[in-house]
């Protein structure tokens, strides 16, 4: 008998409807003979609306109260699932992550799951039940006096139905949701894009790194690590999605593979600083130690021992973050702290370009043909991203896409 992990995203599950037609889909999969577990996340928007209302408590809440909060979204689901199962007259029965066994560390909003003891899940499922997991949390490790609940960071449920597949040793691992797989590019950008029948685990950490909201990134670094092969495809047809898996063949990793584009980007330039030793410690510490990640950082080359440091940080991060750089670069001396949150992020991801000649020229090329002024430029192995104007991100994408020949890509 084969064992399937399954997990639905929200859009899935909105409603009662929804979770009622979700219901006989994995109905249907029971029937094949299979042992079934299910991941599901949050019914659509209640993760965002529970966010708004600790927000209009207070507006920085606390984080480990938080976390429990927003655990409460999965909950909902996943017994309103188990519930839509049992009026099927299928035993099912709803788990929280805790009780599935996900450990996590101790950072709360972003708790990375530590290990996963799967014993409860075996027991129900050894027991004939389909078991319906609370997905994009888990709890502490401890005792009961001290363990607390945390969530793996938005879109984790993803990371909970792998972490599990992985653990149960499942044969498959199937993310359903509201497209139909990974595509080239946004489709509701750019129409042309084409379904990807597979695609290499690096390419997709790119994609979902670099922002395609296919798939958490940390579910894809995950099946990577542990070689879990994961498929993605539509919760609502039954159309072949995307598989994601190590096994891709040569000659279709010998492309790029796909665009992705990102609105959460803010930039923060730090002008006339001291060109000295230990100035770029002094500034990123700080912003390490409150939590906030930089992506690109750029340092020119000084004039008058003078230099200027600029680099990138999430939209929702940039409040926080000149709050930590404003007084650092007052005490370095700096001239000026400037700041712009109307950028965007367009990456191209490929394996073929990595030791290949003219990637980069070809994708400068054609956002100058657009009129597409760069403002910064970052590279990887399989990657290369312009950071530009927010409102001329779909432009780029669309002028990409067709530049690479993305819509005639074989699949
Ligand atoms: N409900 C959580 C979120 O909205 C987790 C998930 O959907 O994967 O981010
Ligand atoms: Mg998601």
Redesign the pocket.
Known sequence: MALIVQKY??SSVADADKIRRVAQRIAATKEKGNRVVVVV??MGN???NLIRLAQQITSEPDERELDVL?ST??LVSCTLMAMALRALWYDAVSLTGAQAGIQTDNSHSRGRIARVDPQRILREIDAGKIVIVA??QGMTSGSTLEADTT?L??????TTAVALAIALKADACEIYTDVEGVYTADPRLVPEAVKLKEIGYEEMLELASYGSKVM?NRAVELGEAYNMPILVASSFLEAPGTLIHGGVPMEIRNKVRGIAQDLNVAKITVLGIPDKPGVAAQIFQPLADGGISVDTIVQNASINNLADLTFTVARTDLAKALRVVEPVAKSLGAREVASDSRLGKVSIVGTGMQNTPGYAARMFTTLFKEDINIQLITTAEIRITCIVDEALVPKAVRALHKAFELDKLAV
């Open positions: 995203g929200g996340s949050a209640t993760t965002n927003l979204g999965e997905g994009f969530t960071g938005r879109g984790g449920s993803d958490h």
